[in-house]
Every structure is written in structure tokens, then in C-alpha cells.
């Protein structure tokens, strides 16, 4: 009997290496595992069976990384029944590492969200309490690992979708450096910022995924080569050095609960024998937020133009012909809420007469954050603060304030916007629920987020399984 709940990808596959199961074993126990819990969780859009010659164990992606052959949704109406004719680069190297794909995971309509509940096909709940979200707009693959649905799977994280649901699931998730991994096949949002990363149980199984995914591909001109990936071994923090920068750490809205548990693990840095010190990103979290909310809103305003109802997926005709009368009753029909929003926000910061002002200005702004954090990776290492100012809230608690659900994503964005690595691990609970902590290093410091994020789970020892599923 495989107990999909506390078995990581990496005794997964000691396990088919040894031959004590064979990879179609695998993946009918997860298939199992999801018939009995994902009605209640709605963790996954659609559902694969074992492929012939599987070698290697399962995979879960999110639903806004294409798929040769499998429908890829991006959580929207629009491309309700989109077939892909090519696999994305992520899911080609994961069929060539010969992980079998369980299923494609549900999400916030193109990735806009943090909640989950922006999907057109129905919110996903946490394992830890279904009355609450599992963060989003990645919740379905953070929900998915959580509740022993997938070892493992891919997310997205444009503004903090790896990274926030992870932390709200009890997960371990990295938003990659920009450029290491491709974005060839994946449903775009904002261009500059989207970057592919894994969520898993553990550190260990976060440094394999990412060496599964990781590299220049020639169709992603912005890829480049990557550092050969380490799997963490060490278990102390001996030199090196860490900043609190007060800002992250500091900002309005972050529960006592959550502060608390991010300070008990910055104790434990220290005893660890990691160098503490404190630190300042003024600029970075004032105006991360707002910069985010010009920039991704005008990427993606340009980038959804492409549903027009002529090339592929929904088409809604127009009476007697007229070209814009179609497409506009196709956008209406397809994009709910969110997605409309963000395109008439990005479109406004775009038009003549407000680019320089709104878009232009955002992307200066951008440079300052950028330059900021540069500064203090002159003295650390390595930063920590929590990953979201809460832990998991209510379904339905946010989704009438567009703009008390963005700030859920305040402390992720900061880095997001200066194209850094973020790796979040739980780091204890509050109010029985899971809390992140968010390590960010300079650029390609993925092997020392690693190390610092493996030892740390070594010496936590938090229990990644659902209380109300153990």
C-alpha cells in the first residue's frame, strides 16, 4: 500500500529504481488518492491515464502549461476546449525524464489571482480547511501535493503563484530565477515576469524537479545556461549570511501568528550558525504593489489580444457579419471577471498620452527595486520574511475587494519584480493552519536558497500532512 499522503517524489523513486513498484503502480495509487479526495478539493481540470513506457514516477501541471494532445484550459472559458498541438518545453523535459503526467491542475483565469476562486470552472479548497482557499493563482497543484494527489507538480509565478499558495498549503515552492526556466508552450500573462517553477513536499524534491526543468532552450530566447543544480546535504548554515530586511518583514497585515512563526525560524537561522543581521528595501515594498499592478495588467492586456475568436478556441458570431461585433461578444463570453479588469487596466497604462506616465514610470521604478535589492545581496546571502502577510482566509472572505486580495500578495512581488529567486518553505502553524516563510536570493542562487531552505526543514520538522488528514 503506497501512502501518497507522506511519500516524496524522492522515496517515490527509490522505490521504482529498486523495482519495489513499477511506475503504472504509481501513478494508479495517485489516481486512487484523487478518486477518493478530489471531489471535495477540485484540485484538477482534467485527469490523464498511465501512458505506455512511463519509466519514472507522476507529475501534476498546472493548467496553463500546454500539453500535446490534453486539453489546457488556463482556468478560463475561452479556451474550454483548446487541444495543443505541442508540448510546452517543461512538459517535454518532464516526459523525457520519464515522469508520467496525472493530470492538468486547476487555477485562477490565466494565472490572475490569489485565490483560486477566479477559475471558470469553480475554486479548489485547502487540505488543511475546505471553507478555506489554497492560495492561488497556482492552488490547484499546491492543493494537489498537499493532500497526496501528485509527489509533485509544476506551477507558474508571475507575482507570487508559486511561492503563496505553497505557504498557505504546507508546500515547498521556488519561483526560479527569470530566465532559467523556458516559457516555450505556456499560456502567457505578463512576459517579463511568469516563470515555471516546482511545488513539492520537500526541499530535496524541489532541487530535483528544477534540475528536471531547468536550461536554455532554443525556442525561449530569454533562457539562459544555469549553474549545475546540488541537492541540498547540509544540515547547518555556517557562513552564511542572512538579512531581515525590515520592510518584509514589518508590513501592515501580517498576522501575529505568522510573524511569531517566521521569527521562531529566524531564531533557529541563527542557531544554525547563519549570520543575522537587519537590512531595508524602502522603495521595494511601497512600491512593488503598485509597480506590479501597471506592469503585469499592461503585459497582459497585450498578450489576451490574441483571443479574438478567428485563430482558435471559443468563437461567439456576431449577427450579420461584423468582425468587431464577434469579437467582442467572444471576449465577453470567454473572460470572466478578473481577466477583463486586468486588460482594461494594462490597455489604459498603454494608451496614448498615459504611457510615459503609468507604464513608462512603472518600469523606472522597476530599475530602483531592481537596484535595491542588488545592494543589500552585496552584504547577505540570503533574505527572510514571511511569504504571505495570512495564512489561508476564507473562500468568498476577499472576493469582493479586488485590492484586499492583491495586498495578498505584497511581500512575493517585491523580488518578482527584480526577476529573483523565492523559495518558500512552512515554517510552523498559526491558528492550526500552515505559515511560509519566503527566503529570496540574488539571481542564480537557487543551489544556496536550497541549502539554507533544506536545513532549515531539517530542523523545523514540520509535518506536511493535513492535520484533518492524518
Given at each position: 500500500?503506497?501512502?501518497?499522503?507522506?511519500?516524496?517524489?524522492?522515496?517515490?523513486?527509490?522505490?521504482?529504481?529498486?523495482?519495489?513498484?513499477?511506475?503504472?503502480?504509481?501513478?494508479?495509487?495517485?489516481?486512487?488518492?484523487?478518486?477518493?479526495?478530489?471531489?471535495?478539493?477540485?484540485?484538477?481540470?482534467?485527469?490523464?491515464?498511465?501512458?505506455?513506457?512511463?519509466?519514472?514516477?507522476?507529475?501534476?501541471?498546472?493548467?496553463?502549461?500546454?500539453?500535446?494532445?490534453?486539453?489546457?484550459?488556463?482556468?478560463?472559458?475561452?479556451?474550454?476546449?483548446?487541444?495543443?498541438?505541442?508540448?510546452?518545453?517543461?512538459?517535454?523535459?518532464?516526459?523525457?525524464?520519464?515522469?508520467?503526467?496525472?493530470?492538468?491542475?486547476?487555477?485562477?483565469?490565466?494565472?490572475?489571482?490569489?485565490?483560486?476562486?477566479?477559475?471558470?470552472?469553480?475554486?479548489?479548497?485547502?487540505?488543511?480547511?475546505?471553507?478555506?482557499?489554497?492560495?492561488?493563482?497556482?492552488?490547484?497543484?499546491?492543493?494537489?501535493?498537499?493532500?497526496?494527489?501528485?509527489?509533485?507538480?509544476?506551477?507558474?509565478?508571475?507575482?507570487?503563484?508559486?511561492?503563496?499558495?505553497?505557504?498557505?498549503?504546507?508546500?515547498?515552492?521556488?519561483?526560479?530565477?527569470?530566465?532559467?526556466?523556458?516559457?516555450?508552450?505556456?499560456?502567457?500573462?505578463?512576459?517579463?515576469?511568469?516563470?515555471?517553477?516546482?511545488?513539492?513536499?520537500?526541499?530535496?524534491?524541489?532541487?530535483?524537479?528544477?534540475?528536471?526543468?531547468?536550461?536554455?532552450?532554443?525556442?525561449?530566447?530569454?533562457?539562459?545556461?544555469?549553474?549545475?543544480?546540488?541537492?541540498?546535504?547540509?544540515?547547518?548554515?555556517?557562513?552564511?549570511?542572512?538579512?531581515?530586511?525590515?520592510?518584509?518583514?514589518?508590513?501592515?497585515?501580517?498576522?501575529?501568528?505568522?510573524?511569531?512563526?517566521?521569527?521562531?525560524?529566524?531564531?533557529?537561522?541563527?542557531?544554525?550558525?547563519?549570520?543575522?543581521?537587519?537590512?531595508?528595501?524602502?522603495?521595494?515594498?511601497?512600491?512593488?504593489?503598485?509597480?506590479?499592478?501597471?506592469?503585469?495588467?499592461?503585459?497582459?492586456?497585450?498578450?489576451?489580444?490574441?483571443?479574438?475568436?478567428?485563430?482558435?478556441?471559443?468563437?461567439?458570431?456576431?449577427?450579420?457579419?461584423?468582425?468587431?461585433?464577434?469579437?467582442?461578444?467572444?471576449?465577453?463570453?470567454?473572460?470572466?471577471?478578473?481577466?477583463?479588469?486586468?486588460?482594461?487596466?494594462?490597455?489604459?497604462?498603454?494608451?496614448?498620452?498615459?504611457?510615459?506616465?503609468?507604464?513608462?514610470?512603472?518600469?523606472?521604478v522597476r530599475t530602483v527595486i531592481s537596484r535595491e535589492f542588488a545592494a543589500a545581496f552585496e552584504r547577505f546571502d540570503v533574505l527572510l520574511s514571511p511569504t504571505s502577510p495570512t495564512v489561508a482566509f476564507k473562500l468568498g472572505e476577499k472576493t469582493e475587494n479586488p485590492l484586499a486580495m492583491y495586498l495578498a500578495d505584497v511581500l512575493t512581488i517585491p523580488p518578482n519584480m527584480a526577476g529573483l529567486p523565492g523559495l518558500s518553505i512552512p515554517c510552523g502553524l498559526s491558528e492550526g493552519l500552515p505559515v511560509g516563510l519566503q527566503l529570496i536570493g540574488p539571481q542564480f542562487s537557487e543551489n544556496t536558497?536550497?541549502?539554507?531552505?533544506?536545513?532549515?526543514?531539517?530542523?523545523?520538522?514540520?509535518?506536511?500532512?493535513?492535520?484533518?488528514?492524518?
Amino acid at each position: 500500500m503506497i501512502d501518497t499522503l507522506r511519500i516524496t517524489a524522492e522515496e517515490a523513486l527509490g522505490l521504482v529504481e529498486r523495482g519495489e513498484v513499477s511506475p503504472a503502480e504509481l501513478h494508479a495509487a495517485y489516481r486512487e488518492a484523487i478518486a477518493e479526495r478530489d471531489e471535495e478539493l477540485h484540485c484538477y481540470l482534467t485527469l490523464v491515464d498511465a501512458p505506455d513506457g512511463a519509466a519514472s514516477i507522476p507529475i501534476a501541471l498546472k493548467d496553463i502549461i500546454g500539453t500535446k494532445g490534453v486539453r489546457t484550459t488556463a482556468g478560463s472559458k475561452i479556451l474550454d476546449d483548446y487541444v495543443p498541438v505541442y508540448d510546452a518545453t517543461v512538459a517535454q523535459r518532464c516526459k523525457d525524464a520519464g515522469l508520467s503526467l496525472l493530470g492538468k491542475t486547476n487555477l485562477d483565469e490565466f494565472a490572475m489571482g490569489s485565490s483560486t476562486e477566479n477559475s471558470a470552472y469553480g475554486p479548489s479548497r485547502n487540505p488543511w480547511d475546505t471553507t478555506r482557499v489554497p492560495g492561488g493563482s497556482g492552488g490547484g497543484s499546491a492543493a494537489a501535493v498537499s493532500a497526496g494527489l501528485a509527489p509533485w507538480a509544476l506551477g507558474s509565478d508571475t507575482g507570487g503563484s508559486i511561492k503563496q499558495p505553497s505557504a498557505l498549503c504546507g508546500n515547498v515552492g521556488l519561483r526560479p530565477t527569470y530566465g532559467t526556466v523556458s516559457r516555450y508552450g505556456v499560456v502567457a500573462f505578463a512576459s517579463s515576469l511568469d516563470q515555471i517553477g516546482p511545488v513539492t513536499k520537500t526541499v530535496r524534491d524541489n532541487a530535483r524537479l528544477y534540475r528536471i526543468i531547468s536550461g536554455r532552450d532554443p525556442c525561449d530566447s530569454t533562457t539562459v545556461d544555469v549553474p549545475p543544480v546540488e541537492i541540498p546535504e547540509a544540515e547547518d548554515l555556517n557562513g552564511v549570511r542572512v538579512g531581515i530586511a525590515r520592510e518584509l518583514n514589518e508590513a501592515e497585515g501580517i498576522e501575529p501568528g505568522v510573524d511569531a512563526a517566521v521569527r521562531r525560524a529566524i531564531d533557529l537561522a541563527a542557531e544554525l550558525g547563519a549570520e543575522i543581521d537587519a537590512c531595508e528595501l524602502p522603495r521595494s515594498v511601497e512600491y512593488g504593489l503598485p509597480c506590479y499592478y501597471l506592469i503585469a495588467p499592461a503585459e497582459a492586456s497585450s498578450n489576451l489580444a490574441r483571443y479574438d475568436g478567428v485563430r482558435y478556441a471559443l468563437r461567439r458570431e456576431a449577427d450579420g457579419g461584423d468582425y468587431y461585433d464577434m469579437v467582442a461578444r467572444t471576449r465577453d463570453a470567454g473572460f470572466g471577471d478578473e481577466p477583463k479588469r486586468r486588460i482594461m487596466l494594462g490597455t489604459y497604462a498603454l494608451s496614448a498620452g498615459y504611457y510615459e506616465a503609468f507604464y513608462g514610470q512603472a518600469q523606472k521604478v522597476r530599475t530602483v527595486i531592481s537596484r535595491e535589492f542588488a545592494a543589500a545581496f552585496e552584504r547577505f546571502d540570503v533574505l527572510l520574511s514571511p511569504t504571505s502577510p495570512t495564512v489561508a482566509f476564507k473562500l468568498g472572505e476577499k472576493t469582493e475587494n479586488p485590492l484586499a486580495m492583491y495586498l495578498a500578495d505584497v511581500l512575493t512581488i517585491p523580488p518578482n519584480m527584480a526577476g529573483l529567486p523565492g523559495l518558500s518553505i512552512p515554517c510552523g502553524l498559526s491558528e492550526g493552519l500552515p505559515v511560509g516563510l519566503q527566503l529570496i536570493g540574488p539571481q542564480f542562487s537557487e543551489n544556496t536558497l536550497f541549502r539554507v531552505g533544506h536545513a532549515l526543514e531539517r530542523a523545523l520538522g514540520f509535518d506536511t500532512v493535513p492535520e484533518r488528514l492524518r
